[in-house]
Nanobody, 119 residues
Framework: QVQLVESGGGLVQAGGSLRLSCAAS????????VAWFRQAPGKERDFVAT???????TYADSVKGRFTISRDNAKNAVYLQMNSLKPEDTAVYYC?????????????WGQGTQVTVSS
């Protein structure tokens, strides 16, 4: 059973930074594509960033240049460094993973961590 657990959310002022962490149990991230999504109140869940096992990354246009996704396979963790935060970044942030070769849908999800950016 794969479980993902996010941490690091909180309240920060606009322009500030936060680093989110995603820890996995039951499976190593070294075999998984891992992504961050976010969902603001009353809105759909949106893609934020992804990291693939080859090291490539992709970002949503709204966070390019401000957010950085990274992974530490030795610690079985994925991070999302968020800088220059804006009030519109306020959302619940979710970590998601899918095993390479097992389809394109993200099968594993964390419970989410709240990020609130005040103006």
């Amino acid at each position: 059973q794969v479980q993902l657990v996010e941490s690091g959310g909180g309240l920060v002022q606009a322009g500030g930074s936060l680093r989110l962490s995603c820890a996995a149990s039951g499976r190593t991230f070294s075999s998984m594509t891992v992504a961050w999504f976010r969902q603001a109140p009353g809105k759909e869940r949106d893609f934020v960033a992804t990291t693939r096992i080859g090291g490539t990354t992709t970002y949503a246009d709204s966070v390019k240049g401000r957010f950085t996704i990274s992974r530490d396979n030795a610690k079985n963790a994925v991070y999302l460094q968020m800088n220059s935060l804006k009030p519109e970044d306020t959302a619940v942030y979710y970590c998601a993973g899918r095993v390479v070769g097992e389809g394109t849908q993200y099968k594993y999800w964390g419970q989410g961590t709240q990020v609130t950016v005040s103006s």
